[in-house]
């Protein structure tokens, strides 16, 4: 992606900053067996994978469990470290950084994790949770850092005197609002939210959300949002990308993607949103197979087993993750024939059998 299309904003009306920048990541983990333990084959998890988020934004990251979304978050903030590329955070490079200045720049970064529960310490209250961060980081005094504390914990909706309560105390919902909480108490300009709603009730998952959003308002946040519900990703973020097998391919902004999305995969996702009027009815798109594994992906295309439109050469070669207007990027050879709707799953393509009418 050149610099300059980077910087131009998604309705273009003139420029935005580029927060983080995701250059061809590469994520294997290695598969171990024998006596001595050698490495017998890679989970190939992300594999070259290019994207950016604007300062201020929501960007959201969908796509089936196994997908490589959670590795990409993890790995961008050095949770986990890279085979490959490069993720430039406020024009640094994460990856060329050193142990003392990673830790300077960490404060920057922060995330909120899918199980609250195990991400907090069981013996620790939840107040020293909280402010861990600010002894690691600040040189302010216990009451100073106490004080944030409670700020923090009155900010996502719970009481001053729950700093002194201990994690089993708490509700699910309670400690994802801690987690955020922690997250939020040095400041930072960028949380990567792994999946922080899909182990909610509806009704506690709209609470959290609706805190998420009042603190970016507040604080000028950018977050990346991992989720598999499509429909907390369509109220929550401004732009998507969609993941298949450790590829992204499609990224564009919420409303183009929702309504045209290009990719044969996104569009059979977005046909299995329930609608929630019992009156109408939707064209749900069946999709055969299964995923195949990481330690062996196909070549080509890596969604032509599964694809009712795969031709010879989506078997053959990987198709480019490119513009197709308006910041709306696809990796799709149909879509490189230039006949409008070539890519689009209707039932005169793939048959009824494949398509369902669903209330």
Not at 23 to 34: A, D, I, Q, S, W
Not at 105 to 122: A, C, E, K, T
Not at 213 to 219: I, S, V, Y
Not at 291 to 318: I, M, Q, W
Request: proline fraction near 6%; charged fraction near 25%; hydrophobic fraction near 35%.
């Amino acid at each position: 992606m050149d610099e300059e299309k980077i910087m131009k904003s998604s309705n273009g009306q003139g420029k935005r900053k580029v927060l983080v920048e995701v250059n061809n990541l590469v994520k294997y983990f290695p598969v171990r067996g024998g006596l001595l333990q050698r490495v017998r084959a890679w989970v190939k998890a992300v594999d070259n994978v290019s994207f950016f988020i604007y300062e201020g934004e929501s960007f959201g990251l969908v796509g089936e469990s196994g997908c490589g979304k959670t590795t990409i978050g993890r790995t961008i903030l050095r949770l986990t470290p890279s085979t490959s590329g490069a993720v430039i955070f406020d024009g640094q490079n994460l990856f060329d950084l050193d142990a003392k200045a990673l830790k300077t720049m960490r404060r920057y970064m922060q995330i909120i994790f899918q199980d609250p529960y195990s991400s907090l310490d069981p013996r620790m209250p939840i107040g020293e949770s909280i402010g861990e961060g600010l002894r690691i980081h600040t040189d302010k005094n216990a009451q100073e850092r106490y004080d944030i504390v409670t700020e923090m914990l009155t900010r996502v909706g719970m009481r001053a005197d729950h700093a002194r309560r201990y994690p089993h105390e708490f509700s699910g919902g309670q400690r994802q609002r801690i987690g955020i909480a922690r997250a939020l108490t040095l400041r930072p300009k960028f949380i990567v939210c792994d999946e922080p709603v899909s182990a909610l009730d509806v009704s506690i998952q709209a609470q959290v959300l609706n805190i998420l959003k009042d603190l970016q308002r507040d604080f000028g946040l950018t977050y990346l949002f991992i989720a598999h519900n499509l429909s907390v990703v369509e109220h929550f973020c401004s732009r998507v990308g969609v993941m298949y097998l450790g590829k992204m391919v499609e990224m564009s902004s919420r409303d183009d993607l929702y309504r045209d999305p290009l990719h044969p995969y996104t569009q059979a996702l977005m046909s299995a949103i329930p609608i929630p009027d019992p009156t109408l009815k939707r064209q749900r798109v069946i999709l055969e197979g299964d995923v195949p594994s990481p330690l062996n992906p196909p070549k080509g295309c890596r969604f032509h087993t599964r694809c009712p439109l795969a031709f010879d050469k989506c078997r053959e070669d990987e198709p480019p993750f490119k513009d197709y207007g308006d910041e709306h990027y696809a990796a799709c050879w149909l879509l490189e024939t230039g006949e409008k709707g070539a890519s689009k799953l209707t039932i005169e393509k793939i048959g009824a059998e494949r398509i369902s009418i669903i209330g």
